[in-house]
Nanobody, 122 residues
Framework: QVQLVESGGGSVQAGGSLRLSCEVS??????MGWFRQAPGKEREGVAL???????IYADSLKDRFTISRDNNKKTLYLEMNSLKPEDTAMYYC??????????????????WGQGTQVTVSS
């Protein structure tokens, strides 16, 4: 089973930036994604990147967030800019079931990291 370890979370003021990383335990070419869950809310998909490096973003985030991957380093990234207080959440990395994931549904992913907390203050 793929093991995932997120890092890079922290506290930042509104308008700031953070880059999250997710280290993967094995050389992995299937789709990968980022999800987030705020207190009292359901988990939501943020972005995914397929094996061919095509990407899908949540509509509300695509102008501020960028997902990327370095397969040689076995690492997934999420660059987050112009952060807002409503971006505060636990962010999770996920490994997909197939080379290309059709969308940001949790069912497309079968391995999850423990999460990294992002807190944005106003």
């Amino acid at each position: 089973q793929v093991q995932l370890v997120e890092s890079g979370g922290g506290s930042v003021q509104a308008g700031g930036s953070l880059r999250l990383s997710c280290e993967v335990s094995v050389y992995f070419l299937n789709c990968m994604g980022w999800f987030r869950q705020a207190p009292g809310k359901e988990r939501e998909g943020v972005a995914l990147i397929n094996g061919d490096f095509t990407t899908i973003y949540a509509d509300s985030l695509k102008d501020r967030f960028t997902i990327s991957r370095d397969n040689n380093k076995k690492t997934l990234y999420l660059e987050m800019n112009s952060l807002k207080p409503e971006d505060t959440a636990m962010y999770y990395c996920a490994a997909g079931k197939r080379w290309e994931c059709p969308g940001l549904q949790s069912g497309n992913f079968n391995s999850w990291g423990q999460g990294t907390q992002v807190t944005v203050s106003s």
